[in-house]
């Protein structure tokens, strides 16, 4: 039976926020767990697509801003540097190349606790207080953390259509190229 399970230590509907953003992670991981370093590092048949490594990447530094945001506060440099910008010069997600399924998924669990212990000072009072978002503009901590479990699916999209297009390609002999 799915269904989400809230932390009994959280409050009712930052528990439930959180257990979807928790549950998301959970099906991403599940989602990868068995890819080799060239299905993550695949970027398409035309190489112009963003690789699975690129959006796990993408997707732990977007949730990393987000604990920041949710307190009031900016991500401290020294996690910039260690997991890299949400985008490089030219607007893209960085490039991610050769680096272990198991490391980005150990940074991501890392940004997750994180995330968690944010969520365990969250009162359902705290809810509709605003915090600052991008582009000068504010959020709702409800819309954050709801925000965090959209992302995550929207991304997952993407990952599942790379894993069903390199099978394809598999299957006509063509590797992962």
């Given at each position: 039976m799915y269904d989400f399970?809230?932390?009994?230590?959280?409050s009712p509907v930052i528990g439930l926020l959180h257990a979807a953003v928790k549950y998301n992670y959970d099906?991403?991981?599940?989602?990868?767990?068995?890819?080799?370093?060239?299905?993550?590092?695949?970027?398409?048949?035309?190489g112009e697509s963003n690789s699975i490594a690129q959006l796990l990447r993408h997707l732990m530094v977007v949730d990393l801003h987000w604990v920041y945001r949710l307190q009031s506060k900016?991500?401290?440099l020294d996690l910039i540097k260690s997991f890299g910008p949400m985008y490089d010069q030219d607007g893209k997600l960085p490039m991610v190349k050769n680096i272990p399924l198991h490391v980005l998924l150990d940074d991501y669990e890392r940004i997750q606790?994180?995330?968690?212990?944010?969520?365990?000072?969250?009162?359902?009072?705290?809810?509709?207080?605003?915090?600052p978002y991008e582009n000068g503009?504010?959020?709702?901590?409800?819309w954050g953390i709801w925000h965090i479990?959209?992302?995550?699916?929207?991304?997952?999209?993407?990952?599942?259509?790379?894993?069903?297009?390199?099978?394809?390609?598999?299957?006509?002999?063509?590797?992962?190229?």
């Open positions: 399970t809230p932390e009994p230590q959280m099906r991403l991981k599940r989602m990868v767990y068995d890819l080799t370093q060239d299905e993550i590092d695949y970027k398409g048949p035309l900016e991500v401290p606790q994180m995330f968690r212990e944010v969520c365990l000072t969250l009162t359902d009072d705290d809810l509709s207080k605003t915090v503009n504010s959020a709702t901590v409800r479990a959209d992302h995550s699916r929207h991304h997952q999209a993407h990952i599942q259509k790379l894993i069903m297009e390199q099978r394809a390609l598999h299957k006509l002999g063509r590797g992962w190229e």
